[in-house]
């Protein structure tokens, strides 16, 4: 029999190692699977009860993209939901719009699903956990100065549509606790206690979540409320 070349056997210990490299792969990937939390894992299902992770917003970008997909999601979270008709005028657009189950006051105001969802992970998440950290309280209302208007930014004549304008923007401006302490951004966001705390990590919470986040930071215009849109860009003011 003809001995192997050493050009064969290099390959062959190349390629030796190559497998175990692939099964030490397999290994660690199992491992991981197995101990990573899910919010950390791209492909472990998306639940809106499970805390903000490293694969939170692939999850939610891709939910957000498939209109089934994000009712799935909402129902999943035990998130009630009315679908909307579709509005047209001119550039704006309820397209995808739904009412949905949350502490916004005034109710169930019409929103793009993937808003609902992203505001229901924002609640849950953010909001809830930062009330019991930080004012040893439980929220009972959200309080919004609206989320659909058909209108460019700023209403100025011009100007590129509004997120509002196709229902993909909500504007926060309190909220309301159990304990019957009402709090503002307009009187509490710059404040150094627990309730100003509380506005500040709400506001970096949904910097996580949301495309633009604009408040008292970023103009007068704001000075009353965060602005929560689904931009494709990111700012956090």
Same mark, same amino acid.
């Given at each position: 029999m003809k001995p192997a070349s050493p050009q064969a056997l290099a390959l062959a210990e190349i390629g030796g190692l190559l497998l175990d490299a692939a099964l030490a792969g397999l290994l660690l990937l199992a491992l991981?699977?197995?101990?990573?939390?899910?919010?950390?894992?791209?492909?472990?299902?998306?639940?809106i009860d499970q805390p903000l992770g490293l694969a939170t917003e692939g999850k939610l970008a891709r939910i957000s993209a498939d209109p089934a997909a994000c009712r799935a999601a909402l129902r999943a979270g035990a998130v009630a939901f009315v679908d909307q008709p579709v509005r047209e005028d001119g550039f704006c657009s309820t397209r995808d719009a739904v009412r949905a189950q949350s502490r916004l006051s005034p109710a169930a105001p019409v929103m793009t699903c993937p808003l609902a969802l992203r505001y229901a992970?924002? +609640?849950?998440?953010?909001? +809830?956990?930062?009330a019991r950290r930080l004012l040893d309280n439980d929220l009972v209302r959200i309080e919004h100065l609206g989320t659909y208007a058909c209108r460019t930014i700023y209403g100025r004549a011009g100007e590129r549509p509004s997120q509002?304008?196709?229902?993909?923007?909500?504007?926060?401006?309190?909220?309301?606790?159990?304990?019957?302490?009402r709090l503002t951004i307009a009187g509490d966001f710059r404040k150094d206690g627990p309730e100003g705390r509380f506005l500040r990590v709400a506001r970096a919470g949904a910097c996580d979540l949301f495309g633009a986040v604009l408040g008292p930071d970023y103009n007068a215009a704001h000075a009353d409320h965060l602005h929560l849109d689904l931009s494709s860009y990111r700012l956090c003011r």
């Open positions: 991981v699977d197995r101990i990573a939390p899910p919010q950390d894992l791209a492909w472990k299902p998306f639940s992970v924002w +609640e849950r998440q953010v909001l +809830e956990p930062a509002h304008a196709s229902a993909s923007a909500l504007d926060v401006s309190g909220v309301r606790l159990k304990d019957g302490r």
